[in-house]
């Protein structure tokens, strides 16, 4: 898949119930859940790199709907219904 940017990425499973993003995408946003008085790391609301695509908590990879974002290790985990 590309982005409004043209930069390539794509999810990759990591778990039966868990998936990163993978590609060239940089600068990254974040934010934390409705409510959240500062961002839980282990907890996001959303994630938005530059050139998207926007993945908040409800939005879909491979048709399931994600449930909790964290970042581990460095890398943006979504976990999934």
């Known amino acids: 898949m590309k982005n409004r940017h043209g930069n390539e990425y794509h999810f990759e499973k990591v778990d039966e119930n868990v998936y990163t993003i993978v590609g ?13 008085p500062n961002i839980d790391w282990n907890d996001l609301g959303f994630v938005d790199p530059s050139g998207g695509p926007f993945i908040g908590l409800g939005s879909l990879i491979d048709g399931r709907k994600i449930t909790r974002i964290r970042v581990e290790n460095e890398k943006i985990l979504f976990e999934v219904e």
């Open 24 to 36: 060239d995408l940089d600068y990254w946003r974040y934010g934390g859940r409705e409510g959240q």
